[in-house]
């Protein structure tokens, strides 16, 4: 099950910036499940990852390369984490860079490892290696939609999101990303890439990234479970021409999260199970961190989660998720709650406009909008969420078997 | 579904303590949903109630009422919670407690009311005003096990505990409780009533249910929702002439904690949807917080739950949870994972000993212990909690329909 539209967007090349894809065997036989993707020379590469303390053994060999130099090449396999996998992950890690890096010519240090799928499992080694010189092979500027294939694993369907702006010599803006269940990024989604051919300095690209990042993969939940895994890799490669400075700075990043609430979002209509689109908006807060925290505690909510499944106004359950998300001295009185724009609660009770048929209504769509007001400051926040459906459990009862 | 033993061990009469049950037609017309508790003159009563700041109106009214004069009554109806009720619900429990005074000839601030059941509906005060008189007639010292069925909602089974002790004048507790859904109780579960004969003042009652409390209700969790009606509330009569001092405190602590540990397994073991008890033991932490922080992100996520539903040994989906609960410096190469006594990881990955037939059988049994070392202090704690399956989706997503 999944929300909203499936088809993948065009994706428009970024001029120095190849993807290549081939199916290794490591998850079904005949699905492609390993991409290469190669950044020209001079290129910015930015990335943010996971803050789970298990990361992955990819996660942990990607940090020690960035602190050293410029990536040139990365690599990625579906079907298996290497995460929960100790001093063997490392050393398979490496090795699958060593691999890449004869081929290809370069410094190991220039190749980052990525990995997607089950925790706790020795990566299949042979069929790794046995695939990387056909993946690369296949790497061309054009290889973006392959490549969304490439990394998917619980994932129904493709995601990416592509734009281009600015007059004269227009900047282009793509990406891809995968991410279904465990989701609840803290720094970024699962994987994500994402490409431009501007030209940003290493500093600028990082900032950039972050800003991107703190509104989109940083504001989504599926299952509130923070994967091992989570990456996101923005490059830079200048090919354009345009070279983005403080001026231009703020125009590029609207657009960036442009790509980046778009890649998120498609996660979010993926979610395992999903049959609706749930945005929670936070408006009138005292802090952002309050807003965040009631906007998570609903979102969170199997209670919520559940009503949303069966389209119920169950509005009560809004408010005992309010009520225990531990906001200092909430003065519930003040709340109002709207489902789709209908308004349900008004001092701490049913609102009088109320009416059992018009909250039936509002549920019904597949996109539905939980707006809270706390009416106690001047903050909003937004995080979007899917709901909690028989689909879901029955995806994560017999993901191993 | 639930789990254990269903049936209701037999529960010691408190002297001093009358329990009436009728059927007032607020649930399922012939159901018992209308409970009166009597007190006897000159017992003690304490009670802790919800942190939701969404908390009902009896609860309100409760804790208005025991900062004023000692309870004489408790009345407790099911059905429907008078929560997210605003004015009219404070009304309406008011109204509740002034019949019963009338009806008993007392005070009305010596009556505390209870509800549970749906949220955001106004009481059905007719209904609930012409049952008191069928459940005032019914008050007597053996009305334990029709209370336990009175205060049920989505509960599978009635819930009590009883122990009697001590050699030449034996003191005896007794308790019942109700809760299945939306259970992470903070200070005190949805509802339990515990009655002892033996004698405590005030203060020393206040800190026995403190204690036992943290150490049962506020270990437990079904699906890390806070009910706006969580109540627990302890009585002692004095009737067996037994008082309780300084010196004889640990030991009428040790066995009221038995009851209220039994009690909150039973809410566990009759999660809604439930297929597993699990206990999730943390030792070796640095303090109780961090304890507690682990035990809950696992007990709480819903990959752990899905694949406990499945009898799967998913450790991975364990080590993500323990990653991300936000332990400072967690050193993962220092962190030991048991199932079943099975050790299943070790320094960030696979034990050298696991085999997958191990952890598959580990998982089999309807009560599942999951004993996560973290090596880094000398806390534990511990919290009980369930699978989630299709049925717990399918009676949250059909509650009101």
Same mark, same amino acid.
């Given at each position: 099950?999944?929300?909203?539209?499936?088809?993948?967007?065009?994706?428009?090349?970024?001029?120095?910036?190849?993807?290549?894809?081939?199916?290794?065997?490591?998850?079904?036989?005949?699905?492609?499940?390993?991409?290469?993707?190669?950044?020209?020379?001079?290129?910015?590469?930015?990335?943010?990852?996971?803050?789970?303390?298990?990361?992955?053994?990819?996660?942990?060999?990607?940090?020690?390369?960035?602190?050293?130099?410029?990536?040139?090449?990365?690599?990625?396999?579906?079907?298996?984490?290497?995460?929960?996998?100790?001093?063997?992950?490392?050393?398979?890690?490496?090795?699958?860079?060593?691999?890449? #890096? @004869?081929?290809?010519?370069?410094?190991? $240090? !220039?190749?980052?490892?990525? &990995?997607?799928?089950?925790? /706790?499992?020795?990566? =299949?080694?042979?069929?790794?290696?046995?695939?990387?010189?056909?993946?690369?092979?296949?790497?061309?500027?054009?290889?973006?939609?392959? #490549? @969304?294939?490439?990394?998917?694993?619980? $994932? !129904?369907?493709?995601?990416? &999101?592509?734009?281009?702006? /600015?007059?004269?010599? =227009?900047?282009?803006?793509?990406?891809?990303?995968?991410?279904?269940?465990?989701?609840?990024?803290?720094?970024?989604?699962?994987?994500?890439?994402?490409?431009?051919?501007?030209?940003? $300095?290493?500093?600028?690209?990082?900032?950039?990234?972050?800003?991107?990042?703190?509104?989109?993969?940083?504001?989504?939940?599926?299952?509130?479970?923070?994967?091992?895994?989570?990456?996101?890799?923005?490059?830079?490669?200048?090919?354009?021409?345009?070279?983005?400075?403080?001026?231009?700075?703020?125009?590029?990043?609207?657009?960036?999260?442009?790509?980046?609430?778009?890649?998120?979002?498609?996660?979010?209509?993926?979610?395992?199970?999903?049959?609706?689109?749930?945005?929670?908006?936070?408006?009138?807060?005292?802090?952002?961190?309050?807003?965040?925290?009631?906007?998570?505690?609903?979102?969170?909510?199997?209670?919520?989660?559940?009503?949303?499944?069966?389209?119920?106004?169950?509005?009560?359950?809004?408010?005992?998720?309010?009520?225990?998300?531990?906001?200092?001295?909430?003065?519930?009185?003040?709340?109002?709650?709207?489902?789709?724009?209908?308004?349900?609660?008004?001092?701490?009770?049913?609102?009088?406009?109320?009416?059992?048929?018009?909250?039936?209504?509002?549920?019904?769509?597949?996109?539905?909008?939980?707006?809270?007001?706390?009416?106690?400051?001047?903050?909003?926040?937004?995080?979007?969420?899917?709901?909690?459906?028989?689909?879901?459990?029955?995806?994560?009862?017999?993901?191993?078997?």
């Amino acid at each position: 099950m999944a929300t909203g539209n499936s088809e993948l967007p065009q994706l428009h090349p970024i001029k120095g910036f190849k993807l290549g894809t081939t199916s290794a065997g490591i998850k079904t036989p005949g699905r492609p499940d390993l991409v290469i993707m190669e950044v020209s020379e001079g290129s910015s590469v930015a990335a943010l990852f996971t803050k789970n303390a298990f990361c992955a053994a990819p996660v942990t060999v990607c940090k020690q390369r960035l602190s050293r130099c410029r990536p040139r090449y990365l690599v990625t396999n579906t079907g298996n984490a290497n995460a929960g996998t100790g001093e063997q992950g490392l050393l398979d890690a490496t090795l699958t860079c060593s691999n890449l #890096a @004869a081929l290809a010519g370069v410094d190991i $240090d !220039t190749i980052l490892p990525f &990995s997607t799928g089950v925790i /706790g499992e020795p990566l =299949p080694m042979d069929r790794l290696l046995g695939g990387l010189p056909g993946a690369f092979e296949n790497l061309c500027e054009s290889g973006w939609a392959q #490549a @969304a294939e490439g990394i998917l694993t619980t $994932d !129904t369907r493709a995601k990416g &999101s592509s734009v281009r702006f /600015g007059d004269n010599t =227009p900047i282009t803006i793509t990406g891809i990303a995968k991410g279904s269940g465990m989701i609840k990024p803290n720094m970024a989604t699962m994987l994500a890439y994402i490409a431009t051919d501007a030209a940003l $300095d290493d500093e600028l690209l990082h900032l950039a990234l972050t800003l991107a990042t703190e509104k989109s993969f940083n504001r989504i939940t599926v299952d509130s479970d923070t994967s091992t895994n989570d990456s996101v890799v923005l490059i830079a490669t200048g090919a354009s021409g345009v070279s983005i400075d403080e001026t231009s700075f703020d125009n590029f990043v609207e657009h960036l999260c442009k790509v980046f609430t778009d890649l998120a979002q498609s996660i979010i209509r993926d979610g395992e199970g999903a049959t609706k689109f749930v945005s929670v908006v936070i408006e009138s807060a005292a802090s952002q961190a309050e807003a965040l925290q009631v906007a998570y505690t609903i979102a969170e909510s199997p209670l919520v989660k559940t009503a949303l499944s069966a389209s119920d106004p169950n509005w009560g359950r809004i408010l005992a998720a309010i009520g225990r998300s531990g906001v200092t001295d909430l003065d519930v009185n003040e709340v109002q709650l709207l489902l789709n724009s209908v308004l349900i609660a008004d001092h701490g009770a049913r609102a009088s406009t109320y009416s059992e048929e018009a909250g039936k209504a509002a549920m019904q769509p597949e996109d539905i909008e939980i707006r809270v007001r706390l009416n106690r400051g001047s903050i909003s926040e937004t995080v979007w969420t899917t709901d909690l459906t028989n689909e879901y459990v029955r995806i994560n009862a017999e993901y191993r078997t």
